[in-house]
T-cell receptor, first 111, second 115 residues
Framework: QKEVEQDPGPLSVPEGAIVSLNCTYS??????FMWYRQYSRKGPELLMY????GNKEDGRFTAQVDKSSKYISLFIRDSQPSDSATYLC???????????FGTGTSLTVIP | DVKVTQSSRYLVKRTGEKVFLECVQD?????MFWYRQDPGLGLRLIYF???????EKGDIPEGYSVSREKKERFSLILESASTNQTSMYLC??????????????FGPGTRLTVL
């Protein structure tokens, strides 16, 4: 079993829709949870970063962590065509030495 | 603002050539990483360095070596490039301990094609 599981999609939604992206994990030691956005042929760009459980909001983006269920989510409100990208979840225990990544979900927002 | 730069965005090499990929970060991060990214396989760690001249093998080190002579610079070396090393190569850096305000940051990537 992989440490981090992420549905690869692809996911296609109309402009303005609410998008929900999810990852599950198996290691209860994970404390830091990240979402990266990666445009085609570019490096991953840090989008959201959360420590432990709870919600974090930044503009149209909300990251949720449920450590009891080992489940994290990224919500995108009022999705835009510019949100079309691959979204990677990543996790780490309390160290900068180990990062575990999902395989990424490909999202297309149709105008 | 963290910046991780990579020496080339696109690179085409021939089988058997020695290939150098360079990565520089300007945030004084101790940790630096090299990953490769392939469709359906996600990110796979090749090598990791936690200090100057220190290195640790990742999940797929075979066919690669690394060099870290200065804190800000981490080089990935393909001793004899092969076609199965055609991939997107990503460099990243981080502090040794994560804080609520800092995590791992990536460079723009080098798309390497080996013919």
């Amino acid at each position: 079993q992989k440490e981090v599981e992420q549905d690869p999609g692809p996911l296609s939604v109309p402009e303005g829709a609410i998008v929900s992206l999810n990852c599950t994990y198996s290691n209860s030691a994970f404390q830091y949870f990240m979402w990266y956005r990666q445009y085609s042929r570019k490096g991953p760009e840090l989008l959201m970063y959360t420590y432990s459980s709870g919600n974090k909001e930044d503009g149209r983006f909300t990251a949720q962590v449920d450590k009891s269920s080992k489940y994290i989510s990224l919500f995108i409100r009022d999705s835009q065509p510019s949100d079309s990208a691959t979204y990677l979840c990543a996790m780490s225990p309390n160290t900068g030495n180990q990062f575990y990544f999902g395989t990424g979900t490909s999202l297309t927002v149709i105008p | 603002d963290v910046k991780v730069t990579q020496s080339s965005r696109y690179l085409v090499k021939r089988t058997g050539e020695k290939v150098f990929l360079e990565c520089v970060q300007d945030m004084d991060h101790e940790n630096m990483f090299w990953y490769r990214q392939d469709p359906g396989l996600g990110l796979r760690l090749i090598y990791f360095s936690y200090d100057v001249k220190m290195k640790e093998k990742g999940d797929i080190p075979e066919g690669y070596s690394v060099s870290r002579e200065k804190k800000e610079r981490f080089s990935l070396i393909l001793e004899s490039a092969s076609t199965n090393q055609t991939s997107m190569y990503l460099c990243a850096s981080s502090l040794p301990t994560l804080f609520s305000t800092d995590t791992q940051y990536f460079g723009p990537g080098t798309r390497l094609t080996v013919l």
